[in-house]
Structure formats: structure tokens, C-alpha cells
């Protein structure tokens, strides 16, 4: 199971375009509200999120947790307790951590990206606490997947799908999309 976390604030685009990408993979994906049963994005659009974070029980269903940027999405990703256990939870286990935009920000804080290739938003870099900052659209390293915005939403998307099932089906729904490029 896919956790993606939904904040107020948070950047559609990010959190939308994986969701369908994961989706078309066949993973079962669950969207999370913190704070609110209606979640407004950070450009007006309001979203009924599967489940609220009350909802949430750390397991081994959990095969990776998706945190979409945007502001103030990623500060109010931040202060829940909800994704901060869930993010221990998963670095703990093993389990896979993406994170776009400003929400790398989040896990570098953690220290979770201590000697890791990491990218993010431009301007998040000084958050990355130890990570090798690359700059890149998409990165992974481990059990961790950053990526630089929405303008590459569908490239993290591939990549969550690449880090679940491998590079032939990330493939496969790269090509039946119709993306450009390799």
C-alpha cells in the first residue's frame, strides 16, 4: 500500500500525477488528510482525501508514503505527528520515502538524507541536512526519492512506480502515457 499525505496547501500537481501513475501500476493507493476531512490544495482545489490520519495504523501494508510540496502543504505535512511516525516508521523498516518540491525539506530535517543524493525545490537546498544535493529533476538513493517539483511530477511518479515494481513497468505506463523523452 501507498500512503500519499494531503496537507492544506499542498501542490496538486505533485500529489495528483503520482497518485495516477502508481494507480495505472495497480498499487492500491491511499490518500491521507491531516487535519481535515476536506483538504484545500494550494491553488483553490478542494480534495475528499480516502481516509484522515486518525485512520492511519504503521504496518507492513505500507510499502511506501508519497509527500506532495506546495505551501503551506509541506509546513503543514511537517507538524503532523501522524507523518512524522510514518516517516520513522518507514526509514526504520526500509520501507520507500518520496518526497517533492519543498517536502524534501522534511526528511532532510530528520536527517534522513545524510550522505544521500537528494534534489528539491530551488531555495529548500539549506534543509537537505547532509544530503549530496544534486540539483536533478528526480533522485534516488536507497529507500528515498526526491524530486525538484511539478514540473516533473510525472518523472517522480515513474520513478515510485520503477522503485515498486522495477524499470519494465515504469516503462510500460511511460509508454502508454505517451510521455516524451526517455
Given at each position: 500500500?501507498?500512503?500519499?499525505?494531503?496537507?492544506?496547501?499542498?501542490?496538486?500537481?505533485?500529489?495528483?500525477?503520482?497518485?495516477?501513475?502508481?494507480?495505472?501500476?495497480?498499487?492500491?493507493?491511499?490518500?491521507?488528510?491531516?487535519?481535515?476531512?476536506?483538504?484545500?490544495?494550494?491553488?483553490?482545489?478542494?480534495?475528499?482525501?480516502?481516509?484522515?490520519?486518525?485512520?492511519?495504523?504503521?504496518?507492513?501494508?505500507?510499502?511506501?508514503?508519497?509527500?506532495?510540496?506546495?505551501?503551506?502543504?509541506?509546513?503543514?505535512?511537517?507538524?503532523?505527528?501522524?507523518v512524522?511516525?510514518?516517516?520513522?516508521?518507514?526509514a526504520?523498516?526500509?520501507k520507500?520515502?518520496?518526497?517533492?518540491?519543498?517536502?524534501?525539506?522534511?526528511?532532510?530535517?530528520?536527517?534522513?538524507?545524510?550522505?544521500?543524493?537528494?534534489?528539491?525545490?530551488?531555495?529548500?537546498?539549506?534543509?537537505?541536512?547532509?544530503a549530496?544535493?544534486?540539483?536533478?529533476?528526480?533522485?534516488?538513493?536507497?529507500?528515498?526519492?526526491?524530486?525538484?517539483?511539478?514540473?516533473?511530477?510525472?518523472?517522480?511518479?515513474?520513478?515510485?512506480?520503477?522503485?515498486?515494481?522495477?524499470?519494465?513497468?515504469?516503462?510500460?505506463?511511460?509508454?502508454?502515457?505517451?510521455?516524451?523523452?526517455?
Open positions: 500500500m501507498v500512503l500519499v499525505f494531503l496537507a492544506n496547501g499542498f501542490e496538486e500537481t505533485e500529489a495528483i500525477a503520482p497518485i495516477d501513475i502508481l494507480r495505472r501500476n495497480g498499487q492500491k493507493v491511499v490518500t491521507v488528510g491531516i487535519g481535515e476531512e476536506v483538504i484545500t490544495s494550494s491553488h483553490g482545489v478542494t480534495v475528499v482525501p480516502d481516509v484522515t490520519e486518525v485512520d492511519i495504523a504503521l504496518s507492513d501494508e505500507i510499502d511506501m508514503i508519497v509527500l506532495p510540496g506546495g505551501m503551506p502543504g509541506t509546513l503543514n505535512l511537517e507538524k503532523s505527528r501522524t512524522q511516525d510514518t516517516i520513522d516508521y518507514c526504520a523498516n526500509g520507500y520515502i518520496g518526497a517533492i518540491c519543498a517536502a524534501p525539506s522534511i526528511i532532510g530535517r530528520k536527517g534522513l538524507l545524510k550522505g544521500k543524493k537528494a534534489t528539491c525545490f530551488p531555495g529548500f537546498e539549506e534543509f537537505l541536512e547532509g549530496d544535493f544534486t540539483g536533478g529533476p528526480v533522485e534516488q538513493d536507497g529507500n528515498i526519492i526526491t524530486a525538484r517539483g511539478a514540473g516533473v511530477a510525472i518523472e517522480f511518479g515513474l520513478k515510485l512506480v520503477e522503485a515498486l515494481s522495477g524499470k519494465p513497468a515504469s516503462d510500460k505506463i511511460h509508454e502508454a502515457m505517451h510521455c516524451v523523452g526517455a
